[in-house]
């Protein structure tokens, strides 16, 4: 099982910029990667995800405003959060499968199977 950590998160104001990485121990030769979120009281969604065809997927209200990416000579997934809002406030997890999923499968995360602890992005007003 593919081991995950994630990091960069932290305090910033509305219209800021954060960017979060995921080191993980491996990539799976084929492989879906992604970052879900959760705020207190809501359920975990999806926010980006890629595969390892560099096929990736966004959730609506991140399109033109997060970029996910991967350096594979790293093992490692980062996500580049711009004009973040206090919506944007929550925990932030790195997920991954050994499957290299498609379309909306990419952004559900009941078809990952291992999680990183997570990371709180906290944005304020």
């Known amino acids: 099982q593919v081991q995950l950590v994630e990091s960069g998160g932290g305090s910033v104001q509305s219209g800021g910029s954060l960017r979060l990485s995921c080191a993980a121990s491996?990539?799976?030769?084929?492989?879906?990667m992604g970052w879900f979120r959760q705020a207190p009281g809501k359920e975990r969604e999806g926010v980006a995800a890629i595969n390892n065809d560099g096929s990736t997927a966004y959730a609506d209200s991140m399109k033109g405003r997060f970029t996910i990416s991967q350096d594979n000579a790293k093992n490692t997934l980062y996500l580049q959060m711009n004009s973040l809002n206090p919506d944007d406030t929550a925990m932030y997890y790195c997920?991954?499968?050994?499957?290299?999923?498609?379309?909306?499968?990419?952004?559900?995360?009941?078809?990952?199977?291992?999680w990183g602890q997570g990371t709180q992005v906290t944005v304020s007003s």
């Open positions: 491996r990539f799976y030769a084929k492989y879906s």
């Open positions: 997920a991954a499968h050994s499957v290299s999923w498609s379309g909306h499968y990419l952004l559900d995360r009941r078809y990952y199977s291992a």
